[in-house]
C-alpha cells in the first residue's frame, strides 16, 4: 500500500516537474502587441543637441550603453562617448549586456525603424515582439524627448560591435517565463514638456526622464511600488560593498535635502559621485542644466512629506 501511494507521489510529483519545464521552454519566446508610436527622427541640429543632452545627461543612457569605465572622464572633457553596448549586468539570475545603440545596421539599431526604437521605450515590446526587460523605465518620456533621443542616436558613427546573447540561468528562465510582462506608459504620454524651471517640469524629470521616482520611492520584490512617494527606504545591496538606503527627498523633518538650499542642492549635484559604489548615476546627472536642477528641487518641494520606513533586519 505505502509502495503503491509512494509511486504515485513520485509519478505525480514527475508530472509536475516536467509539466513547468515545458510551460517554461514555451514561455520564453512569448510575443506581445503594442502600437508603433508616431516617432520620426529628425536632422535639425537643435534637435539632435537636446537627444545628446538627454542621452548622456538626465536620462543617463549612456551610463548604462557604454562599456568604458572612464566614460564620464571622456564626457566631462568634451570627447564624444558612442552608446556601443555590452555593458554587463551580472545578477542573481543571469548575466545580461546592454545593447549597441548605434546606427550600425548588423549590431546595433541600423536595422530598426524610428517606430521600433520608440515601442521598445514606451510600451516595453522589442522589435521581435518580446518584451525588453525592465531596466528602462522611460514609459513616460514626451513625444519630444523620444525624437530627439532617436535623432541623436541615428546621427551618431555605426560602430560594429556584436553584443553577447544574454545568458539567463534557470531562476532566470522562470521569471523570463512568468514575471516579464511589457510595461506601458502610466498616463498617455505627453507631446512635449517645456524644459523651462517651473515644478511641472521637475515632476517630468524626475518620474519620467532621470527616474528619481525608481529608487527613491520603496518598491516590493517584484518591482511594485509600496513606499510613499520619494521617501527613500530602498536597500541596495552588493557583495563585497556596504549597504547603501536610497534617502528621503520629501519635504518631511527627516527629509534628506529639507534644509539644503537650491543653490546647495545644484552644488552637491556638480560634485558627482561621492560614494565610489552608489547606484545612483551621479556623473550623469551632474551634467543637467541648472533649469532641470532647480526644476527638481522645485518639485521636490512640493511632494507629501513623508517618513522613510527603515526596512527591518530580519533576526
Ligand atoms: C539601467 C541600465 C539602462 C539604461 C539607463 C538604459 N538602458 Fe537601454 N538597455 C538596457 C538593457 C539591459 C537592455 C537589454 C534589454 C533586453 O534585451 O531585454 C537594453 C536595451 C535597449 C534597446 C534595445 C531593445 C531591443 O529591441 O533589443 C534600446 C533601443 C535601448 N536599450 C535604448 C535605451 C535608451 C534610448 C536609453 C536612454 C533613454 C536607455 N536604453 C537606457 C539597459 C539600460
Ligand atoms: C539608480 C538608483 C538611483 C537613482 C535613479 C537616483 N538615486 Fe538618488 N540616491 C540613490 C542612492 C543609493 C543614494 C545613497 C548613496 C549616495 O548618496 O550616492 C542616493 C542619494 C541621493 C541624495 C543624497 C546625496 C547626499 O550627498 O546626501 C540625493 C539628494 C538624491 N539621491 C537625489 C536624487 C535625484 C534628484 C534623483 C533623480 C534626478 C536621484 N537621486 C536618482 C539612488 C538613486
Redesign the pocket.
Known amino acids: 500500500m505505502i509502495r503503491k501511494i509512494l509511486k504515485w507521489t513520485l509519478i505525480v510529483v514527475l508530472i509536475i516537474i516536467a509539466g513547468v519545464t515545458l510551460t517554461t521552454i514555451f514561455r520564453q519566446h512569448l510575443k506581445y502587441d503594442a502600437p508603433y508610436p508616431n516617432i520620426k527622427a529628425s536632422t535639425d541640429t537643435a534637435i539632435i543637441a537636446r537627444g545628446k543632452h538627454?542621452?548622456v545627461g538626465p536620462?543617463?543612457?549612456i551610463?548604462?550603453?557604454s562599456p568604458l569605465p572612464n566614460k564620464d572622464s571622456l564626457l566631462n572633457h568634451g570627447q564624444e562617448v558612442l552608446p556601443v553596448g555590452g555593458f554587463a549586468?551580472d545578477l542573481p539570475f543571469g548575466k545580461?549586456?546592454?545593447?549597441n545603440?548605434t546606427p550600425d545596421k548588423e549590431t546595433g539599431?541600423g536595422n530598426?525603424t524610428d517606430g521600433?526604437?520608440a515601442r521598445?521605450?514606451r510600451y516595453g515590446v522589442?522589435?521581435n515582439g518580446e518584451a525588453?526587460?525592465p531596466?528602462?523605465p522611460?514609459q513616460d518620456l514626451s513625444d519630444e524627448d523620444l525624437t530627439a533621443?532617436i535623432s541623436y542616436?541615428r546621427s551618431v558613427k555605426p560602430v560594429k560591435n556584436k553584443v553577447p546573447d544574454?545568458n539567463y540561468n534557470l531562476v532566470g528562465n522562470l521569471i523570463k517565463a512568468f514575471m516579464i510582462k511589457p510595461v506601458g506608459p502610466s498616463t498617455k504620454p505627453p507631446i512635449a514638456v517645456r524644459a523651462d524651471t517651473t515644478v511641472a517640469y521637475g515632476k517630468h524629470m524626475v518620474m519620467a526622464v532621470a527616474n528619481c521616482n525608481e529608487c527613491h520611492t520603496k518598491r516590493d520584490g517584484i518591482g511594485n511600488f509600496v513606499g510613499a512617494p520619494l521617501a527613500g527606504g530602498t536597500v541596495f545591496e552588493e557583495k563585497g560593498h556596504p549597504t547603501l538606503i536610497s534617502p528621503n527627498l520629501t519635504p518631511d523633518p527627516t527629509g534628506r535635502i529639507t534644509n539644503w538650499s537650491q543653490e546647495s542642492f545644484i552644488k552637491r549635484f556638480r560634485l558627482g559621485k561621492l560614494i565610489p559604489y552608489s547606484h545612483m548615476p551621479w556623473e550623469a546627472f551632474g551634467r543637467m542644466t541648472d533649469t532641470e536642477l532647480i526644476a527638481i528641487y522645485k518639485y521636490l518641494k512640493t511632494v507629501k512629506p513623508a517618513k522613510t520606513e527603515i526596512p527591518k533586519k530580519d533576526s
Open positions: 538627454l542621452v536620462a543617463h543612457c551610463d548604462c550603453h549586468f545580461f549586456y546592454t545593447r545603440l539599431i530598426m521600433e526604437i521598445v521605450l522589442k522589435k525588453v526587460l531596466f528602462m522611460f533621443i542616436l544574454h
